[in-house]
């Protein structure tokens, strides 16, 4: 294989991956806990608890510390998916292809830690959180747009 003078080629996050497993368990009619009790190496399924703490969803809804929850579900979903990532070959930089199902779940809690760190007013790690999307090639934009 002649090697990307480019740079790093793109990783894509295995077809068997606790991301997929998860969200098939969910679209089976599990819910997110049960399916983050089964599968807590997923990022997918810590990223979606962030958003509903973020949203004021889920059994955080109401409470004052759900920003906070939100922040700590959001920091463990992004180094799950940073492990995941890595596990597949990234190094550090290059594209993370926010069409490849697998990828989605830890670039989704890359933007759950990002909203969680700016509730919670820690302002620098918001920005770090949008630049690392933006230097894998995605933006918050077309991260946001994967939640339903």
Known sequence: ??????????????????????RAMIADGASVSDAARAHPASSYVWAVLAEDALAGRGSTAGLPESDLLAYALARTGYHRGLDSLRKAGWRGQGPIPVDHVANQGALRALLALAEAADLIGETDEGVRCRQFLVDSGVTPDEVAALRS
């Open 1 to 22: 294989m002649a090697h990307n003078l480019l740079g790093p080629e793109p990783v894509r996050l295995p077809d068997d991956h606790a991301d997929l497993v998860a």
